[in-house]
């Protein structure tokens, strides 16, 4: 836990999980913000290619391909109208 750039999305991955109802989703969260925090940070140069890749896939996966027909982002807002 001294390493909050690590901890942060073990927490959030961890912690997603039972909320998602999904270990897909919470591992694709803690991605996420294990990217995203070490770019805000400034330590870009630290993560993979690949990890900056597949952080786009599924960022891209999780907001155009959701339930059926419609994608994530569709089906969210829908939910909230």
Do not use: C
């Not at 836990?1 to 591992?27: C, K, Q, R």
């Not at 999780?62 to 994530?72: A, C, E, I, K, V």
């Amino acid at each position: 836990w001294n390493d909050m750039e690590i901890a942060v999305p073990a927490f959030l991955t961890i912690s997603l999980m039972p909320f998602t109802y999904s270990i897909a989703d919470g591992i694709a969260w803690g991605v996420i913000s294990y990217v995203a925090i070490k770019i805000g940070v400034g330590k870009h140069e630290e993560i993979l290619n690949n990890r900056i890749l597949l952080a786009i896939f599924v960022l891209m996966a999780m907001f155009y391909l959701g339930p059926g027909d419609q994608s994530t982002f569709d089906w969210i807002l829908g939910a909230l109208n």
